[in-house]
């Protein structure tokens, strides 16, 4: 999944992982006999993503893992970076399908750093330097 996320970008790659994960599925070499699973990849990740997609792996069969962690984690970031900018407690409940004291126990983590495999992401305020 490193190895996608560096092609594709992360965000596109959790995308395929949440939509495929667990599956094998394999990328067209273009717009031929597999149309539809091009139209559902490009739909997923959009134009160019998919572009770059075929250019790598075109005619391969990947095995999509599910990336729960790494999922669960850029989901908390995103928690994190909306409460940072103002939305409540209730609205973040109710946009991730949690309840507000899960989302209060993410807000409350320590997110000095968040680590994946391949990925640095500081926290909100934090110099990269």
């Given amino acids: 999944m490193v190895e ?7 965000r596109h790659a959790l995308a395929i992982a949440e939509a495929a994960g667990g599956t094998l599925i394999r990328i067209p070499l273009g ?8 139209q559902r ?11 770059t997609l075929v250019a790598h792996y075109g005619g391969c069969a990947i095995n999509v893992p599910r990336c729960v962690k790494a999922r669960r984690l850029a ?3 995103l928690i994190l970076s909306a409460y940072d900018e103002g939305q409540s ?11 507000e ?6 807000l409350n983590r320590s997110w ?5 495999p391949g990925l640095s992401i500081q926290a909100p305020g934090q110099n990269s330097e």
């Fill in 4 to 10: 996608l996320s560096e092609v594709i970008g992360l």
């Fill in 31 to 38: 717009r031929g006999p597999r149309a539809s699973t091009a």
């Fill in 41 to 51: 990849l490009q739909s997923l990740i959009g134009e160019a993503a998919y572009v």
């Fill in 75 to 77: 989901r908390n970031w």
């Fill in 89 to 99: 407690v209730t609205s973040l409940a109710k946009q991730y399908a949690l309840t």
């Fill in 101 to 106: 004291r899960q989302i209060r126990t993410i």
């Fill in 112 to 116: 000095d750093q968040i680590d994946l």
